[in-house]
């Protein structure tokens, strides 16, 4: 593995564009924002306080992150779908679930990929949470889809991406992968999966309430866009008032209303991030991983988060004292590096666990 020396840019354009937090090991739960989205949002407060907040110029932004996030996750840009939240978009995707058909989820997975599902079980579709590692295995002929997170919200565990898409594709299965703790400090080919979903708030630091979706344009045409407004018209702004619905021709049908000011400090975060590789951020987080896990004694793992054991709550107690930021998750104490974080971050916990 690379060592972070060999990455100087990632650490060097992170000081620059971040205001680094020394102990913030939070990633998963919530992304720093950069200076640049700081900077954005407070111009649109003080846009919106005198009266200058203008609703096309909001749209355009959205536009702009729309664009970066396609290039981010490689797929066109008509792809993409704009919404507020991963169980949202997860949500328009259950409702296409035939009564009856099986849908197959990832036992302890985060329940915005899996309630939307669950609670269609009352018009038959059947739910069934497999392990990780057994999900491939679990596909049959009768399974519609296959829905489970790229990343494991609680202990970052990775899918085994062939293993399922070949064993749905065998089948006839849809598949549904939600990036949220994977897209941002690794790269991510969203093309691989039949639809996907994000929560940007994360790893990609955006401002919650900013989430996309990604939809093959031959799997769009079985899902109805339950949440259509005024933006999923084909031209927004003659799509106020009815009867008439001319729905946009592409993913943009799935689009809901935006929330603007989190869209303004979207756009900034996107282009943060454009000027990333995301392969070096990738090498960067997993070489601080790699040094803490060395130092507590830990088996290597190739992943930037790392979870303890802590059903007490005494160690998230010890790290908080010491003055680390991270998240206390079933029962264990989950640590993350991202792109602003250090050697000094490795040494903070060492130091505070030894």
């Known amino acids: 593995m690379t060592s972070v020396t060999d990455h100087p840019t990632v650490a060097a ?41 203008c609703p096309v110029e909001y749209g355009e932004l959205a536009e702009r992150a729309r664009q970066r ?11 993409v779908a704009l919404g507020s939240q991963a169980s949202v978009l997860a949500g328009t995707v259950a409702t296409a679930v035939p009564d009856g058909a099986e849908v197959l989820c990832v036992t302890g997975d985060f ?3 899996t309630f939307p599902f669950q609670v269609q079980e009352r018009r038959g579709v059947r739910v069934r949470h497999l392990p990780l590692a057994e999900l491939a295995d679990a596909v049959t002929p009768q399974t519609h889809l296959v829905a489970f997170s790229l990343a494991q919200s609680s202990t970052g565990d990775l899918v085994d991406v062939a293993a399922v898409t070949e064993a749905a594709a065998a089948h006839g299965a849809l598949t549904l992968c ?25 790893w990609l630091c955006q401002p919650r309430g900013t989430a996309y979706l990604t939809v093959r344009p031959e799997v769009a045409d079985l899902i109805t866009p339950n949440n259509a407004g005024w933006y999923a018209g084909a031209s927004v702004w003659d799509s106020v008032y009815g009867p008439e619905m001319h729905l946009a021709p592409d993913a943009r049908r799935f689009d809901v209303s935006l929330a603007w000011l989190c869209w303004v400090g979207a756009a900034a975060a996107s282009e943060v991030f454009a000027t990333l590789d995301p392969a070096r951020v990738r090498d960067h987080d997993l070489v ?32 908080e004292r010491a003055g680390v930021r991270c998240a206390s998750r079933a029962g264990r104490v989950r640590l993350a590096f991202h792109v602003w974080n250090t050697d000094a971050d490795v040494d903070l916990v060492a130091e505070a666990l030894a």
């Not at 090991?25 to 306080?49: C, D, F, H, I, K």
């Not at 996030?69 to 792809?79: I, Q, R």
């Not at 897209?183 to 994360?202: E, H, N, Q």
């Open 13 to 53: 354009r992170a000081a620059e564009l971040w205001a680094p937090v020394p102990g913030y090991l939070n990633a998963p739960t919530l992304g720093l924002p950069p200076r640049a989205v700081v900077t954005a949002m407070q111009e649109a407060m003080v846009q919106w306080q005198t009266g200058r907040a």
């Open 178 to 202: 939600d990036t949220t703790q994977a897209t941002g400090w690794m790269p991510v080919d969203a093309s691989l999966f039949d639809l996907t979903i994000c929560s940007a708030y994360k």
């Open 69 to 79: 996030y396609a290039e981010l996750v490689g797929v066109p840009t008509d792809s």
């Open 288 to 319: 601080l991983a790699a040094e803490l896990r060395a130092r507590l004694g830990l088996e290597p793992c190739d992943r930037p988060v790392i979870t303890l054991d802590d059903p007490t709550g005494h160690l998230a107690d010890v790290l």
């Open 111 to 113: 329940t915005s990929v």
